[in-house]
Structures are given as C-alpha cells and as structure tokens.
C-alpha cells in the first residue's frame, strides 16, 4: 500500500522568503508524486508532478519539487513567496500513473505573513 | 486544460432526504472518474472510482448503498448520497483523467450541509 506523510500541517513564512514544504512517501514500486494547491472552497490544481523523469520538477507559480529516493522524499519549493501562494498544499503519490487513484498527504497550510 | 465541473456548488437538505452531485468532464472523454470526500481541514479521501458502463469501485468502509454513484456517459458521473445525515456533511470533490493521460482534473467541489 502507498501512503504519503507531511510533515507540518501549518507553515508561516515571510513574503519574499524561502517556502519549504515537506513531502515522504511510501511505495513498494516506482511511484508517481504530485503536487496540488486548494484554495478555500475550491478544488485541487495542480502544481508539478514527478514521473520517473527528470528528478528536479518546475512546476507553475515558480515552485518546484525534487524526488530524492534514497530519502523517499519530494518536498515543494518556491524561492520566494508571495501572498497569493497562501493556501493548503497536498502531497499525493499514485502507483502507475496520475490517471489511477491517488493518495493524498494530511495537507500543509501555507501563511504568508506581509 | 481539461475541465471538470460539478453541481451544485453547494447544498443545504434536510436529514433523511437525498442529495444528488453531478460531475461532468466538459471538453474531453472520461471513462473513469473519481470521487473524493474531504472534511474541514483534512486531506482528500478516495471513496470511489466510477466507471463507464459498469459498477463503481468502492474503497474500504465506503458504503455502497448509501453513496450511489452512476456513470452514465462519457463526461458524467453522479453521486447520491441517499438518506443524508449530518454527518455526511462534507466537502465532495470528484475528479477525472483524460484518455490516454496521466493527470487527473479535478472539479471545483460540492459542499454538502445536511441539517
């Protein structure tokens, strides 16, 4: 069974900071990550997704991700914030593509103080 | 992009009554089509895939008979979820790959208030 874990259900950053946003996952095959933001009340969109291609991923709105294996890892990055990346961010992993059922991460709000 | 489209946005019923969500895939074919249940602050739960011209797939703890689904055509799926109570209240997002694609498109969400 697949499962994803996010460390940290609430990050506050400054504007104009770094934003790191913690993603492990477990799979007992290659697997497909994801990354998705919602916005309140509205549906998921995705960021950036990782599929066994390059392991650095850009993805939309400057964030990007790396899949380390070795650490089971794909944190989100963004080298500078922007108060209109507030929003919950969800970490989801898939076993053969994104178009089969995903699993998603606890969520990790995303504050970004002025 | 590929566009997924639910309605309603929202709903407020009555406890015992049923609530029927539609999602349609608006400018592509969507053979199978998911749908999540989310609750305040949580993350996105799996409770089914539907699939075109058959049954739909529940995941474990799902109940079938409470949470109809229907996939009627290749840009809709429905779900009912008979007999509502509050604690079905919930947030339903359903979602949908393209043929052929490795990337799901999610819908903007039903929120569901049962009183």
């Known amino acids: 069974a697949q499962s994803v874990t996010q460390l940290g259900s609430h990050v506050s950053v400054s504007e104009g900071a770094l934003v790191l946003l913690r993603c492990n996952y477990s799979s007992s095959v290659p697997p497909y990550l994801f990354w998705y933001v919602q916005y309140p009340n509205q549906g998921l969109q995705l960021l950036l997704k990782?599929?066994?291609?390059?392991?650095l991923v850009k993805g939309i709105n400057g964030f990007e991700a790396e899949f380390k294996k070795s650490e089971t890892s794909f944190h989100l990055t963004k080298p500078s914030a922007h108060m209109s990346d507030a929003a919950e961010y969800f970490c989801a992993v898939s076993e053969t593509s994104g178009a089969q059922k995903l699993v998603f991460g606890q969520g990790t709000r995303l504050t970004i103080n002025p | 992009g590929a566009v997924v489209s639910q309605h309603p946005s929202w709903v407020i019923c009555k406890s015992g009554t049923s609530v029927k969500i539609e999602c349609r895939s608006l400018d592509f074919q969507a053979t199978t089509m998911f749908w999540y249940r989310q609750f305040p602050k949580q993350s996105l739960m799996l409770m089914a895939t539907?699939?075109?011209?058959?049954?739909?797939?529940?995941e474990q703890g799902v109940e079938k008979d409470k949470f109809l689904i229907n996939h009627a055509s290749l840009t809709l799926s429905t779900l009912t979820v008979t007999s509502a109570h509050p604690e079905d209240s919930s947030f339903y997002i359903c979602?949908?790959?393209?043929?052929?694609?490795?990337?799901?498109?999610f819908g903007p969400g039903t929120r569901l208030t049962v009183l």
């Open positions: 990782y599929t066994s291609a390059a392991t």
């Open positions: 979602s949908a790959p393209t043929l052929g694609g490795n990337e799901q498109f």
């Open positions: 539907s699939n075109e011209g058959s049954k739909a797939t529940y």
